[in-house]
């Protein structure tokens, strides 16, 4: 089979079991066509398995290299036509590189700078729940917020499966969400607090699923990124602002200097933080928050949508939400001042000489 992008597929063997609502030979292509960098070659895959998408970048990215699971072959990059043929018969061509799953060799993964064993498994009706909750939190961001990361994962995952079977795109699920989203911008604006809490509650699930939907399907677009990722850095200062206008509608309004000032602090805060981040991508190659063990952990608490939605949460529970507005201005200076203490802190490193090596790739070397 040649694939879109030129490189040669052999698929070894067939297999009924649908994985994220899909047969396994579909998964196979989608992964090839999604290969990065220089594309050629052939890959071969074993039908009978299933494996993390790390794998295929990695054959692929190494030619002569086999990936096999208790000696048998699995995947692997082709050099040559005796290869095919070897493995046909399911043998281990003379001369390759062997990587045996049972051995646990480690590749790199390069989104969360670290070193990593990716998963491998036979796919039948029995593991295939199994294997799906394998890639679903094998696409989790190493480094997220706290109600991403504890709060909603199983949720999430029985949604990113439900969408699956219905055949659904990630754009439909991100289109889904994208009508919370605004919906909840209205209900704040009106004074609805709890009604949008709600329908942004609905948004944020989806904002996980989505993404998790397009990693675990293999359809993941340019353009669904520039949708997903837009309306994720977009939206939350028209939820602030409207938060701002709804304490009005309740009778809750605050002294129009002390809502002016704080409405600076929380759309100035939440940009410069952004800026940060950016610069600190350019500068020293990686994301703020892999840096160090202390940069992840204040990862999960700093002042982006999701824990500020918490402080708005629990001012609702008092029936104070002008003081959670108060709290998310005050969460939102503190945030930005640690955020320039790390950038200083990483410009010394630089200026004296060290390296600027995330703690996650420095924990695996």
Known sequence: MQTKNGVTLLL???NDTLIWG???AERGRRLVEKLQGNISGSLWINMTFAFDPQWIQHVHDNPGTIVTFDGIPVLAHLTSEEDA???AALTVPAGMTVMEYRDKP????ASLRKLETPFVRELNAETVKDIERQS???AYKGVTDILTKYLWPELALVLTRLAARLGMTPNMVTGIGAIGCVAATFLFYYGHFWSGMAAGFVFMVLDTVDGKLARCTITSSFWGNIFDHGLDLVHPPFWWVAWAFGLGAVGLALPEDQLRLALIVILGGYVLQRVIEGIFI????QHIHVWRPMDSWFRLITARRNPNMVLLFVSLIFGRPDIGLIAVAWWTLISLAVHMVQ???A???KIRGGQIVSWLEQEQG
Not at 106 to 109: D, E, S
Not at 282 to 285: D, T, V, W
């Open 12 to 14: 070894h063997g067939e």
């Open 22 to 24: 899909m047969t396994n």
């Open 85 to 87: 043929q070897a493995l």
């Open 106 to 109: 480690q590749i790199h993964n």
């Open 136 to 138: 679903y939190f094998g």
């Open 282 to 285: 350019r500068a020293f190659g």
């Open 343 to 345: 950038i200083m802190q």
């Open 347 to 349: 410009w010394l490193v």
